[in-house]
């Protein structure tokens, strides 16, 4: 019936079929090229621009507001009528064909939060954060039966709920006889694909305190498999019904809402939820061509928080980030830079990472005390109504082309500290369970705090004896920097001073020089999006140079590796961002000696042998300097020589440790590495103080 309702003087249908004909965009037929292409790309939708139906005729977009059921109804119709003059052998091939609805106005678009009863049958744009998806499913639309008595097929469209099948067969009625029952033929039968989702408030949009409310999405035919857990998405739909499975028996009866799409917008990465306006746009334009724009940028994160001048620095350039590549051979290389926090109590560890949480234009903040490793990266749920398995994205996965910084790094479990190892490096989540395998994106930087294994930092142990972290884990960050709190009474005057300031709110002269919180991010935004640097000769010459003058130290078959190709490539990220920070599209010989100076800030102060006092890459990357490695294999050697005179036999530990000081390895040093080799399996203690080597 909705064909023949009329708008002004013409059917629906025809004037919809009007405007897909004669709208052109600079000459160009819009539409009829749309439809033109969908033979080609084999699709059965196509999409219809609000805008595009107001600038053409305001009187339909008018109506489709007004009754967009009937409005898609028609819509429909009538791209099959332009299908079947323009590809009219592809319209023979396709059953049905859908209009979709895109760019819809404000006033359409519902929160998450606000969506209502009065929503219902409503046509609504609902934008989220996807966070579950079910498997793909089938639908059955019309069942073809056959009379197990006669054989006769029988079609039965299907609606409603429950399958629908003949109650009489007409043969056997006129026969006299009685159908001994109907048995359903599926390859005869009509099916369409289904696939549900849970769409999610967005983490920045959520209030204090408040739990994340979310929204069921039924998807069908074309539209399954567009949207994987942890994208972006605004969905436009009708809001629909459905009665709650699990009632009390004698309760009133209640139903729970859900959104069936009509189409669904895919955000892209670097749209970073951060609408950006034309005056937006030249304040961040005039702020990059300041002369001080690093410091300012520099002093405006955290302002509370007093020094730290070069953890703030790196902070910014991980805000930013380098460009991420793929290379020809499809190995992609991570752009996202990753710092690891380490320091005493009471350094405002946390509070750095809440800055930044709220600051980053998609940031997201855990505490690694309770998050789990599928809270993470990943999960498959059993939903308890239905007994369907979902797809649930874990906190890495939603922070998806932004931040996501952790606290208490340390205090995380083992087995769930391993599972962000991929997440890291690869930027994906793989997951395997109850039969979905499924790999999904992870593109986030990660900036994480730990504290001290012994409650504060030991300045003569390494940072693998300081930390209980792995040392898989510890060489994956880009930078990581000691916080240490040491009495140093100018400092401490300085530091006492500030804080009491900002406690009476007299903020210091160096805050006139900061920038406001929203504009910072939005600047962040606009060069994440808009900025690609790549690297000039002289950049390129600079990062070389260093690093061949690093790697020439560690020639001398004696001498420690200070530096390995992993930190060539977090130069080279750092260079990116710092010409980010810029808004240039060059990196030049200044960006690389910023981040050549913070990389030999970290080398210095982290990736230390404290013993021979050489800078040694191993200290984190292995977890033992080479000096340490060279005494544990001198001790091994020790151990297998005097079991070997010893006819095979254990040996005391005490001739163990006596004939190590002969080659100046002292006592506490050979009981720690016994302990160690014991905890490895590669020794034994068969009696108390006595030892042997598994295989000789």
């Excluded at 895919?266 to 005039?286: H, M, S």
């Excluded at 916080?483 to 805050?511: C, M, S, W």
Aim: hydrophobic content about 40%; charged content about 30%.
């Amino acid at each position: 019936m909705s064909s023949q309702v009329v708008v002004q003087s013409l059917p629906l249908v025809e004037r919809i079929t009007e405007f897909l004909k004669g709208f052109t965009v600079n000459g160009r037929e819009k539409y009829r090229e749309a439809i033109r292409r969908m033979s080609i790309e084999r699709s059965i939708s196509l999409v219809i621009d609000f805008e595009d139906l107001l600038s053409f005729d305001k009187e339909l977009a008018d109506y489709l507001l007004e009754k967009p059921h009937e409005f898609i109804e028609a819509a429909s119709k009538a791209v099959r009528e332009v299908l079947e003059i323009e590809v009219p052998e592809y319209a023979k091939e396709v059953e049905t064909v859908h209009a979709r609805l895109s760019k819809l106005p404000e006033n359409v678009h519902v929160k998450i939060r606000d969506v209502r009863a009065r929503h219902l049958g409503k046509l609504i744009a609902i934008e989220g954060i996807v966070t579950k998806i079910s498997p793909v499913k089938q639908e059955l639309i019309e069942g073809v039966f056959k009379c197990k008595t006669c054989g006769t097929e029988i079609r039965v469209p299907q609606e409603g709920e429950g399958l629908v099948k003949p109650t009489v067969c007409p043969v056997c009625s006129e026969n006299g006889q009685k159908s001994a029952g109907f048995v359903l033929l599926p390859e005869k039968s009509k099916f369409i694909d289904l696939q549900k989702f849970v769409l999610q408030e967005k983490p920045e949009e959520l209030p204090p305190g408040q739990l994340p409310r979310s929204i069921e999405v039924l998807v069908k035919e074309d539209l399954v498999d567009l949207v994987r857990p942890g994208d972006r998405a605004t969905v436009i739909g009708f809001l629909k019904m459905e009665e709650d499975k699990k009632l009390v028996r004698n309760a009133p009866p209640i139903f729970h809402m859900y959104l069936e799409a009509n189409y669904i917008d895919i955000r892209a990465k670097e749209n970073l939820d951060v609408e950006i306006t034309p005056e937006d746009e030249k304040a961040i334009l005039e702020l990059s061509r300041r002369s001080d724009l690093e410091d300012v940028i520099v002093n405006s994160i955290a302002p509370s928080i007093y020094g730290y001048r070069e953890i703030k620095t790196a902070i910014a350039l991980l805000l930013f980030g380098g460009v991420p590549k793929v290379h020809p051979d499809g190995i992609r290389v991570r752009g996202d830079i990753h710092i690891l926090l380490i320091g005493d109590p009471g350094t405002a560890k946390s509070q750095l990472l809440r800055y930044v949480s709220t600051i980053a234009p998609r940031g997201l903040y855990t505490s690694g005390k309770g998050a789990s490793a599928a809270g993470l990266t990943a999960a498959v749920v059993k939903e308890k109504s239905s007994g369907e398995f979902y797809l649930e994205a874990g906190a890495l996965v939603l922070a998806d082309g932004g931040i996501a910084c952790i606290d208490e790094f340390d205090k995380m479990e083992t087995k769930d500290r391993v599972s962000i190892h991929e997440a890291m490096e690869q930027q994906t989540v793989s997951i395997a369970k109850a039969g979905i395998v499924a790999t999904l994106n992870a593109r986030t930087s990660i900036l994480a705090a730990a504290n001290p294994v012994f409650g504060r930092y030991i300045a003569g142990r390494n940072i693998s004896e300081n930390i209980d972290l792995p040392v898989t884990i510890l060489s994956r960050f880009d930078l990581i920097f000691v916080i240490r709190d040491i009495p140093n009474a100018d400092r401490d005057k300085e530091l006492a001073q500030y804080v009491v300031d900002f406690h009476g709110e007299t903020y210091p002269a160096t805050l006139e020089n900061v920038l406001n919180a929203q504009l910072l991010k939005k600047y962040i935004a606009y060069a994440r999006k808009h900025v690609r640097p790549k690297l000039s000769p002289e950049a390129k010459n600079k990062i070389v140079e260093y690093y061949v003058n690093m790697r020439s130290k560690s020639e001398d078959p004696n001498s420690p590796i200070a530096i390995t190709p992993r930190q060539l490539e977090a130069l080279i990220r750092l260079s990116e961002a710092h010409a980010r920070m810029h808004l240039r599209e060059v990196v030049t010989a200044k960006d690389a000696e910023v981040a050549i100076s913070l990389m030999e800030y970290f080398l210095r102060n982290v990736g230390i042998d404290t013993q021979t006092k050489t800078i040694d890459i191993d200290t984190i990357m292995t977890g033992q300097p080479k000096s340490q490695r060279e005494k544990m294999l001198a001790i091994i050697d020790i151990i297998k020589s005097l079991v070997r005179e010893n006819n095979g036999e254990p040996v005391s530990i005490e001739d163990v440790i006596a004939a190590a000081s002969e080659k100046g390895i002292e006592e506490s040093f050979v009981r720690k590495t016994v302990d160690k080799l014991l905890e490895n399996g590669e020794i034994m203690m068969p009696k108390q103080g006595y030892i042997t080597v598994v295989s000789l």
